[in-house]
């Protein structure tokens, strides 16, 4: 694995903090693109940083990014990871609030804003099945498609709340061990 | 309000949650009814700036702070947003090698793609609110294709939806 300096961990976060629109899960699926694409971290720490992040209160991709920092310069990388993800884009948000109040009522501020949303959406789906695709391996695409679909399942069909979903899956992974 | 006890409250919120807007209640609660140093349309403005904005969802405290104390209170809102994050360092220590073992990377594994089917299942009562009209809808499958399987950034596809936005009100 390559080992990066501060500053350009610091600069992928931060430009990814303030690009990426649709919530913490498109953020989890464009960084591990980028995390692969520069050789920082494997899949398998990756999946545990996922996997853990999941089960941390608070917002889950800002406990995923204290992992992945954590994994790729320790310490100082987790605290540079967190802060680069979440300063600019507060300074936006801040701004964005402001905005808000001025332009609620705005027919131009409120095209673009639908627009936004619904791209938003869109990327949302195409990151959870970009997440899905990255970790499959030619020919080993039933575990994965028949989690995630059971996981969709139990959420949408049966109204499960995210962490029993969540134990469900990984009992199944305990006991479905990929050979 | 004190800032210390801005932060305490909107860290309560924080840490009490598994995920961005799961926290939304226990604010809304603690400042809207108990407090009432907000309005519920300024909540709603701070959850609607975080969902338009970049980043996590979660982000919405950052407003809430700012809508509560100005600057300081922002501050006390990123800092409660970002505090609970840390915890799972301890966690990754305590797993250590073990994360190594396969049943180990097969449960991690398996809860990714259960991540992954949780995040399409939120996604569905968020379309229903984002499909307004067919261009909406237009949008929104493209701006999917693009991410999965054309894989370009997703800066370019909420520039380009912001593009469309101000054209269609145009016409």
Not at chain 2, 19 to 47: I, K
């Amino acid at each position: 694995m390559a080992r990066p300096r501060i500053t350009a961990l610091t600069r992928l976060f931060a430009r990814v903090g303030v690009t990426v629109f649709g919530g913490g899960d498109p953020t989890i699926a464009i960084l591990q693109r980028e995390f692969y694409r520069r050789d920082w971290l494997t899949p398998e720490k990756f999946a545990i940083a996922f996997g853990l992040a999941r089960l941390t209160p608070g917002t889950n991709v800002l406990a995923f990014c204290a992992a992945a920092g954590w994994y790729i310069l320790g310490l100082g990388g987790a605290l540079a990871a967190v802060l680069a993800i979440t300063i600019p884009a507060s300074v936006l948000v801040v701004w964005l609030t402001r905005a808000y109040d001025l332009t609620a009522h705005n027919r131009v501020a409120l095209s673009v804003a639908n627009a936004l949303l619904a791209a938003a959406v869109g990327t949302m789906i195409g990151a959870a099945v970009l997440l899905v695709r990255t970790q499959c391996k030619p020919g080993r695409w039933l575990r994965p498609v028949a989690i995630s679909t059971g996981a969709f399942l139990l959420a949408f069909v049966v109204r499960l709340s995210p962490l029993p979903v969540i134990g469900i899956a990984a009992l199944v992974g305990f006991f479905w061990v990929e050979t | 309000m004190n800032l210390a006890v801005l932060y305490l409250l909107l860290v309560k919120a924080t840490l009490t949650s598994f995920s961005g807007l799961a926290s939304l209640p226990v604010v809304r609660n603690d400042f809207v009814v108990r407090r009432q140093v907000l309005t519920d349309r300024q909540l709603n403005a701070a959850v609607a700036a975080g969902r338009i904005g970049p980043g996590p969802l979660g982000i919405y405290v950052v407003s809430v702070g700012y809508l509560v104390d100005g600057a300081p209170g922002a501050v006390a809102g990123w800092l409660a947003m970002i505090t609970p994050a840390f915890l799972i360092i301890p966690m990754l220590r305590f797993l250590g090698a073990r994360a190594e073992q396969p049943r180990a990377r097969a449960v991690a594994r398996a809860v990714l793609f259960a991540g992954a089917g949780l995040m399409a299942s939120a996604a569905v009562p968020l379309a229903r609110d984002a499909i307004a009209n067919p261009l909406s809808l237009a949008i929104l499958v493209v701006s999917f294709m693009l991410i999965a399987a054309a894989r370009i950034d997703s800066l370019w596809v909420m520039l380009g939806a912001a593009l469309i936005g101000l054209i269609a009100f145009r016409f």
